[in-house]
């Protein structure tokens, strides 16, 4: 065995402490897997005060990830800190010292990551980020190198779990918006401020990484289109139920005629999906491509374990080329500047639900508006309100027609008289063959 490799730990909270307690309950077995000793030469976190544990255990703490980044007894550096400053800058300063990284941060990878890439090959040095999608489930390396041989088609993925827990809770238990939020925070499973995750920024950031992957092109989080689940109630879970769906926060990436198609929106998928039996804090993401057919990838996708199962690998995968004196795979060639499909041009399939007056002819101009757009309704089911009792709730779903018309639709409805409130849209995944 040649000396030992030195890694930088650059944050130690939940995937920090993972990977520690990996990285030392292992070592004996990491060091015969890579062929060489793994050694933690220093961590870095805001608040070292708090860590005297750790470093009366001798571990070197500092408040200072920039110095551990391009110290010169640190060859891998572990960015585990998160949110894009300073990480982006210690990611840059050590690939730019020739070091390799490993890093589980989504959003430097969504928004910096072909530029790190290239720095990264241009050093001689690797960038690894197999836990920045899916927590433990292993989708980078898949489409790396498992799939490469495959021409793409789509990408069907749950890749929050937030998300995915709040909309099992309202699904299954009738749980309110605000009910299902309070209980994801009070087990952990939500921030306090859950905006990136109910307004579905990260699944966009995790969605790009993907995408860019899997079609071999430039894309960023401002690529993909984006809607949260802020505006659905339990009456909207009971509605989709009854018309034999299930909703589901899903993010899609496709090649179509158009471009690439890349949503992360609240979506009815039918209840024999693989994805609507995808419950509580689980991930997954199914692959479409030519030569395999559809492969479907399902697993935790948070939490210390799963996470620092896909970290740890990475750090391995680095260990044993740095060991072995492998250079690091060259990058595959990508399109810089992919077109992208405009979403009005897509043809899907929607589920309104409106709050009308309960008067006659209401529905009678409704369709009016409908058949103005030549946009056709599929199915419409009217409900007392649960509040108003002047009002009902209207569902309306529609034939598939481009989600343009539907925009047409919902600003002549905003503008009638007989609608109170457009309270919620949706697509359908079962919509229609854009490919
Ligand atoms: N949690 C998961 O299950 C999960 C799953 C997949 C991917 N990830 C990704 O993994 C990364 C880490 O997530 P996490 O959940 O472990 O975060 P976390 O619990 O908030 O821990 C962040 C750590 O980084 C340290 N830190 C933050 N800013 C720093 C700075 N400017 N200087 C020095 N240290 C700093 C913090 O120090 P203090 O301890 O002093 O606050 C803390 O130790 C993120 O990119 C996240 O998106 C997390």
């Not at 007894?73 to 998160?82: A, P, S």
């Not at 009738?174 to 299902?180: C, F, R, V």
């Not at 859950?194 to 992957?213: C, E, F, H, M």
């Amino acid at each position: 065995m040649g000396e030992s490799l030195g890694i930088g730990l650059l944050g130690l909270g939940v995937v920090g402490r993972g990977v520690l307690e990996a990285l030392q309950s292992n070592a004996q077995a990491y060091q015969a897997r890579c062929g060489r000793q793994l050694e933690i030469r220093a961590a870095a976190v805001r608040n070292v005060a708090a860590r005297a544990d750790l470093e009366s255990s001798g571990l070197a703490i500092s408040d200072d990830p920039m110095g551990i980044s391009t110290r010169d007894d640190v060859d891998i550096v572990v960015e585990l800190m998160g949110g894009e400053e300073p990480a982006a800058d210690c990611i840059e300063a050590a690939l730019s010292a020739g070091k390799s990284v490993v890093t589980a941060n989504k959003e430097v990878m969504a928004k910096r990551g072909p530029t790190l890439l290239d720095l990264a090959e241009a050093r001689a040095a690797e960038l690894r980020y197999e836990a920045s999608v899916g927590g433990g489930i292993p989708i980078i390396g898949v489409l790396q190198r498992d799939l490469q041989a495959n021409d793409v088609s789509s990408i069907r993925a749950i890749i929050n779990g937030t998300t995915n827990y709040m909309i099992t809770a309202m699904s299954r238990d009738g749980m309110s918006y605000d009910d299902a939020l309070a209980e994801a925070q009070r087990l952990g499973y939500a921030e306090a401020d859950p905006t990136s995750d109910v307004d579905g920024i990260d699944a966009a950031y995790k969605l790009a990484i993907l995408a860019s992957l899997a079609f071999h092109s430039q894309v960023g989080p401002g690529d993909v289109h984006r809607d949260g689940i802020r505006t659905l109630t339990a009456r909207d879970f009971a509605h989709a139920r009854d018309l034999g769906y299930t909703i589901r926060m899903l993010a899609t990436a496709r090649q179509t005629p158009m471009g690439l198609d890349l949503r992360v929106h609240p979506t009815l998928v039918p209840t024999e999906d693989p994805m609507a039996g995808v419950e509580g804090v689980l991930n997954a993401v199914a692959v479409s491509g030519d030569l395999i057919g559809s492969v479907v990838l399902e697993g935790p996708g948070a939490g210390a374990g799963a996470t620092s199962s896909a970290v740890v690998a990475d750090i391995l995968e680095v260990a044993g080329r740095l060991a072995s004196r492998q250079s690091a795979r060259p990058l595959p060639p990508i399109d810089q500047s992919p077109v992208f499909a405009s979403l009005a041009d897509i043809c899907v399939r929607t589920y309104l639900r409106l709050e009308v007056p309960d008067r006659a002819g209401v529905l009678a101009e409704l369709g009016a508006v409908f058949a103005a757009e030549g946009v056709s309704i599929a199915s419409v089911l009217q409900t007392p309100h649960p509040e108003q009792s002047q009002s009902a709730d209207l569902i309306v779903t529609t034939h598939a027609c481009s989600d343009g018309a539907i925009d047409r639709v919902l600003d002549r409805l905003q503008r009638s008289d007989s609608v109170i409130e457009l309270g919620v849209r949706l697509r359908i995944e079962d919509g229609c063959d854009n490919d």
